[in-house]
């Protein structure tokens, strides 16, 4: 049973009388548990609804097209919480005193589906599997981190053996594709353990579609956390060099080179940014696998079409974290600093907040933001990066953009758009 909290008014359930506040019980016999069960079994032309209204159980049969929705708006899905206690969990490496939201750990394979979540499939159970089979919840994206069964339990921080691959070969044998990660912890789930994961993995290919490697963030935030440390400039290097060795070998296998280095490996290594072809379809690009080559090249191909000339003299502060810095500014600004009557500076933010060692944009707090702009002249436009806010509009230090506008005495704006508008999306905020 689910709450039904609005109905589309030109919809077939508002022919129907149905209102906010009735209750959907079943569609063609089967109990609805979330908007996944309602998407999925509406999903046919002859569809018979148990609706509870105004205390009373209606029975509705209705004759559609085939996926033509109903026009019911359902309550949203709760996030299942997450069992494990992975070392490296960016829940347990958070400062006290934040808002409560920022300390639940989810784990659910539907927002999988739905958002790119990723998941570790420790407590997905057989109904769970057979759900995610006859929906077709594909793909999804799972947290593997190692296939070998100790190391893995101590990296989710688990004591049972989660059955892990026996879950793998039963999604993908029934046609579920799923893209996996692996945090890569040095002397962890490095070395040997890594090519073990990497050969397990592959035996599902291409229902395991790819496997993306990310190295470890820690905060500053880790009391009575494992010893854990982050990877040295050399043994980034290191790892570079022995998966392009191995991506040779796996292409010529699968053809697909299959194990896709984050674009942090190749930052912080100070290596070259790879051509697009290393990431072959760009599957975890919002892992951050292959996601600033992507905006490089759309920047790149829209460049000579871009306005050259502003129509006043316009000043913009470009915020990004200490990471993307360098990249943006070799690929990004010296480009649009060529712009006439655009003065643009970049302006790397250290994250004071998490600490040091903790470098992407997304993870930027308002007031980290704040004390890096107050130390700059003033700016006619802030540019601020696309995913520091979450869906209620806040920092992760529950600071708000006009508390950020405030504070600074400047314009802020979060860049959403696409790259290859930067110059009319400047020239719109500052008209």
């Known amino acids: 049973m689910i709450d039904i909290i609005n109905i589309e008014p030109s919809g077939i359930a508002a022919e129907l009388n149905l209102k906010p506040g009735d209750k959907l019980l079943r569609i063609n016999g089967h109990e609805i548990r979330d908007q996944l069960d309602y ?45 494990n206690n992975c070392p490296f969990c960016f829940v347990y490496q958070n400062p006290k005193g934040m808002r409560r939201g920022i300390y639940f750990k989810d784990e659910d394979y539907r927002f999988s589906f739905l958002y790119g979540h990723y998941v570790t499939l420790t407590t997905v159970g057989e109904a769970d599997l057979k759900r995610i089979v006859e929906q077709h919840l594909s793909p999804l994206y799972i947290s593997v981190h190692s296939t070998e069964a100790e190391t893995r339990k101590l990296l989710l921080g688990i004591k049972h053996d989660d059955r892990l691959m026996e879950k793998i070969e039963y999604l993908t044998s029934n046609g579920i594709e799923l893209h996996t990660q692996v945090v890569l912890s040095p002397d962890i789930n490095d070395g040997e353990i890594f090519e073990k994961t990497v050969n397990d993995l592959k035996r599902f290919y291409p229902g395991v579609r790819s496997v993306a490697v990310v190295p470890l963030g820690l905060t500053r935030h880790r009391k009575n956390l494992m010893t854990m440390r982050l990877h040295t400039v050399d043994e980034l290097n290191r790892m570079i060099e022995y998966t392009n060795k191995l991506r040779l070998v796996l292409r ?36 951050g696998v292959g996601e600033f ?29 200490t990471l993307a810095a360098p990249w943006l500014n070799k690929f990004i600004l010296t480009r649009l600093k060529t712009i006439q009557n655009l003065e643009i500076k970049l302006i790397p933010v250290v994250n004071e907040f998490f600490g040091e060692t903790i470098t992407i944009s997304g993870l930027l707090t308002g007031q980290d933001i704040a004390a890096a702009l107050q130390k700059q002249p003033k700016a006619d436009l802030v540019l601020l990066p696309p995913r520091v806010l979450n869906k209620d509009g806040l920092f992760l230090d529950d600071e708000t953009v006009p508390g950020l506008q405030e504070k600074v005495e400047m314009n802020c704006h979060v860049v959403r758009e696409d790259i290859s508008n930067i110059v009319d999306v400047i020239a719109e905020k500052v008209q």
């Open 39 to 83: 998407r999925f079994y509406t999903a046919e032309e002859y569809v018979e609804l148990e609706i509870e209204k105004g205390g009373e159980r209606v029975i509705f049969e209705i004759e559609k097209e085939f996926h033509e929705d109903l026009g019911i708006g359902l309550q949203e899905m709760e996030l299942m919480s997450c069992g």
């Open 252 to 287: 010529k296998e699968l053809d697909d080179a299959f194990v896709y280095l984050s674009d942090e490996f190749f930052i912080k290594a100070d290596a070259e940014l790879p051509p697009a072809d290393y990431y072959d379809d760009f599957y975890q690009i919002e892992n």
């Open 293 to 321: 080559r992507d905006m490089v090249d759309r920047f790149e191909s829209a460049f000579p079409q871009m306005n050259k000339t502003l129509k006043k003299p316009v000043r913009v502060n470009w915020v990004t974290g």
